[in-house]
Nanobody
């Protein structure tokens, strides 16, 4: 089982990026998907998540109205569309997956079933 976050890069303030969480050996359609980020010198924080039941979503207050999480069931992946990016959005973004979680949580310290390698997002002012 392998989970991978990708799509990061360097973007100017106000720009957009789309992150992808892809998987091999696991069906993401029956997993809750969580996105976390960690900025230099700071603790990991929850950004957004999507549950299995009704694809209910949650967002950190700092990204509400700017980020959108979604699933692509046919391609077995999840995306995080990030708009109106700010310098404080800079960090390494990770995705995690948890089997069968009807809802989801932004708590970063829970023992999720799968974690992906991170992808760097840098927003320059």
């Amino acid at each position: 089982v392998q989970l991978q976050a990708s799509g990061g890069g360097l973007v100017q303030t106000g720009g957009s990026l789309r992150l992808f969480c892809t998987a091999s050996g696991v069906n993401l359609n029956n997993h809750a998907i969580m996105w976390f980020r960690q900025a230099p010198g700071k603790e990991r924080e929850g950004v957004s998540c999507i549950g299995v039941r009704n694809n209910r979503t949650r967002y950190a207050e700092s990204v509400k109205g700017r980020f959108i999480i979604s699933r692509d069931s046919a391609r077995n992946l999840a995306t995080l569309q990030m708009n109106s990016l700010r310098s404080e959005d800079t960090g390494i973004y990770y995705c995690a997956a948890d089997l069968g979680s009807a809802a989801c949580t932004l708590e970063p310290d829970l023992p999720y079933d799968h974690w992906g390698q991170g992808t760097q997002v840098t927003v320059s002012s």
